[in-house]
């Protein structure tokens, strides 16, 4: 983790707000690491006395996610479980990967800071947009140049491919509450995630996936990629949508769509690991 482009920060161990009753860690709270560890980042970087101050404008574009890939160690389970009151903080690493015309991908890396084990290793791609009518525009030249001189690769472009549901899915819908806007006035992109899981539960009740039987965040995800094509807002009616791959059970994926449109606006794929299938039920 010695790497000259990495920043890092102390991430705090996880409190009660990320388990449910059973006691289990729930996996969409994997979303939320991310912005708290930047802000954490930037907030240590304001506060340091060798950082000079300017006066800066209002910048006239916005960030927003477009995919974001994660892997779960299997160790993170046992971590998260049996060593809650064993250290109060994980080791965590940041730092870009690569950019595109409009679009750039960081990693962030949480370790254990006792035995230095990598537990969560997550790529997110940001696309630069305008702050008016929020399509994506070139790389601003700051970005660009802040890039180039840490040596960042720039590749052509960071698209992903799509998903195609079959003909059987398990369909749930709900409306966009107050509480899941963020200070863009939109559906925050850590609840999308949480809305899959709310629906897998209900199709874990209703006995749609083989082999899933229990609470979902009983079992240990491995994988997950997401999506975002489009944005929700307050009022907005969702359909959430999920099914189970016929030859590898362990995946599971989730479509969201937007007042009855076509195009969805959220894509998901899960990537359990195989034996917490076949755990028991706490």
Same mark, same amino acid.
């Given at each position: ?47 340091? &006395? ?7 404008? &209002? ?150 996936? &083989? ?72």
């Amino acid at each position: 983790m010695n790497d000259m482009q990495s920043d890092f920060v102390k991430y705090p161990f996880f409190d009660y707000r990320y388990y449910n009753k059973f006691g289990n860690f729930c996996p969409w709270q994997l979303d939320g690491i991310a912005p708290i560890a930047r802000y954490i980042n930037s907030h240590l970087k304001k506060r340091s &006395k060798t950082e000079t101050t300017t006066n800066r404008t &209002k910048p006239d574009y916005l960030s927003f996610t477009f995919w974001i890939k994660t892997h779960v160690e299997e160790k993170f389970y046992d971590v998260t479980k049996n060593e809650r009151y064993k250290f109060d903080h994980f080791d965590c690493y940041l730092k870009p990967i690569n950019y595109g015309n409009s679009s750039y991908v960081s990693q962030l890396t949480l370790v254990h800071p006792i035995t230095k084990t990598e537990l969560v290793n997550t790529k997110r791609c940001l696309v630069v947009v305008d702050t008016v009518n929020k399509r994506p525009i070139p790389l601003p030249a700051h970005l660009r140049e802040k890039f180039d001189k840490a040596g960042v690769p720039s590749i052509p472009n960071n698209k992903i491919h799509r998903l195609q549901p079959p003909s059987k899915v398990f369909e749930m819908k709900v409306e966009v509450p107050s509480s899941s806007i963020d200070i863009y006035q939109h559906m925050n992109y850590v609840e999308y995630s949480r809305l899959c899981f709310d629906c897998a539960s209900f199709a874990v009740q209703k006995g749609f996936y &083989k082999f899933f039987k229990h609470d979902i965040d009983h079992y240990h995800l491995r994988d997950t990629l997401r999506l975002h094509s489009d944005e929700a807002k307050m009022g907005d009616l969702l359909k959430v949508i999920t099914w189970q791959e016929q030859t590898r059970p362990e995946m599971i994926y989730f479509l969201i769509f937007k007042n009855d449109e076509k195009q969805a606006i959220f894509e998901f794929t899960c990537i359990f690991y195989k034996h917490s299938m076949t755990l028991p039920k706490l």
